[in-house]
């Protein structure tokens, strides 16, 4: 909000030495959830519900309210961060974030697919590292894009 428009950095460790994917799925969720605060927080007489709040109290539960469930989607939507009450998510094995992070990450990792590229793409990228390698006077090692 001060004007900051650069996140750098993402997934690495000790100054860029060490990259760690869980890391990276956590820097990518904190951002994220960066660029929603960013977008602006609406604050409108509906969305404070200040009426429901008197209603229910201090201790009571606006979960159930129909004003709740109607707005809960314009909120920042955590993928990765357990949002759930702490005797909840005990139940389910208390993973921390870094546990769920890393094994979202292995998860992407096993079952990625990525698309190929377009053989025109592909084409011009080799084409780009042949006159690269020419010019700096490499061998060839052929790579598929």
């Not at 990259?19 to 969305?47: H, S």
């Not at 229910?56 to 606006?62: E, P, T």
């Not at 707005?71 to 139940?91: K, P």
């Not at 590229?117 to 592909?122: E, F, H, K, R, W």
Request: glycine share 8%; proline share 2%; net charge negative.
């Amino acid at each position: 909000m001060a004007g900051a428009n650069l996140i750098y950095g993402l997934g690495m460790l000790e100054s860029g030495v060490t990259f760690d994917y869980g890391q990276l799925l956590m820097d990518c969720e904190f951002a994220r959830l960066i660029k929603f605060a960013l977008g602006g927080i609406p604050v409108t007489d509906e969305l404070l519900m200040i009426d429901d709040i008197h209603s229910v109290g201090s201790r009571g539960d606006f979960l159930s309210l129909d004003s709740t469930y109607r707005h809960m989607r314009s909120q920042s939507q955590a993928r990765l961060i357990d949002r759930r009450v702490r005797d909840d998510w005990a139940a389910a094995g208390g993973a921390d974030l870094y546990a769920s992070a890393t094994a979202e990450a292995r998860r992407l990792l096993a079952t990625h697919e990525p698309e190929s590229l377009p053989a025109a793409v592909a084409a011009r990228l080799r084409a780009i590292v042949e006159e690269t390698e020419q010019e700096l006077g490499v061998a060839s090692t052929a790579v598929a894009f």
